[in-house]
Structures are given as structure tokens and as C-alpha cells.
């Protein structure tokens, strides 16, 4: 069974940062998978926020972060991070991670895998 286990969220100020980590455990051991970051505010759909490939040379974000957070990986560790600086009070949401997407990497529905989400909440 793979697991995906979200850290780092917490409250900050606008214009603070913050660093999330998905761990990923389980399943097998060589396994190195695609990976994404996910966020759902409050009334809002869930949205793709990036993605970054298997070594992680291709990245992906979506236009309301770019310029402001980057993901990357720490293969030897099974670790995604995505850095987050400028943090504006409409990035309040829960942020979830997801590993080894099919289709576009774009999509929730895409991944097999998920994690329970971590809260980043950005007061102004």
C-alpha cells in the first residue's frame, strides 16, 4: 500500500513562506513516481496547483503560483516539497499531494494515489 503523508502548513502572514513535504511510503521500494500539488479553499473546487516529473527534470504550475512556488524532489529521501513565498491570503486552503498520475497531471482524478492534506492558512 502507498502512503503520502503531508507536512509543513501552518498560519502565516501575507507575504510569509513556507515549505510543505510529501512523504511517500510503501509499495516498492525502487518505485519513483510523478507527483503533483493539489489545494481546495474554502467554497471553492480543488485545484492543480504543479507537478513535477519522475527525476524531476518537467515541471509544471498552474498560472496563480507561478512565480511564487516551486516544487521539486528529493528522490533518495521519496520527498516532494513545494516552497511557497509571497503567500497571499486567497492561497488559504488545504493542500494536498498525489503521486503517479495517467492523462494530463492535471487533474485529481488523474492520481493514484493521495495524501490527507495539510492546512496553510495566510492572514492579512
Known amino acids: 500500500q502507498v502512503q503520502l503523508v503531508e507536512s509543513g502548513g501552518g498560519l502565516v502572514q501575507a507575504g510569509d513562506s513556507l515549505r510543505l513535504s510529501c512523504v511517500v511510503s510503501g509499495g516498492r521500494t525502487s518505485s519513483i513516481y510523478a507527483m503533483g500539488w493539489f489545494r481546495q479553499a474554502p467554497g471553492k473546487d480543488r485545484e492543480f496547483v504543479a507537478v513535477?516529473?519522475?527525476?524531476?527534470?518537467?515541471?509544471f504550475s498552474a498560472d496563480s503560483v507561478k512565480g511564487r512556488f516551486t516544487i521539486s524532489r528529493d528522490n533518495a529521501k521519496n520527498t516532494v516539497y513545494l516552497q511557497m513565498n509571497s503567500l497571499k491570503p486567497e492561497d488559504t486552503a488545504v493542500y494536498y499531494c498525489a503521486a503517479d498520475p495517467d492523462g494530463s497531471w492535471r487533474e485529481f482524478s488523474d492520481y493514484k494515489y493521495w495524501g490527507q492534506g495539510t492546512q496553510v492558512t495566510v492572514s492579512s
Open positions: 513535477i516529473s519522475e527525476g524531476g527534470g518537467t515541471t
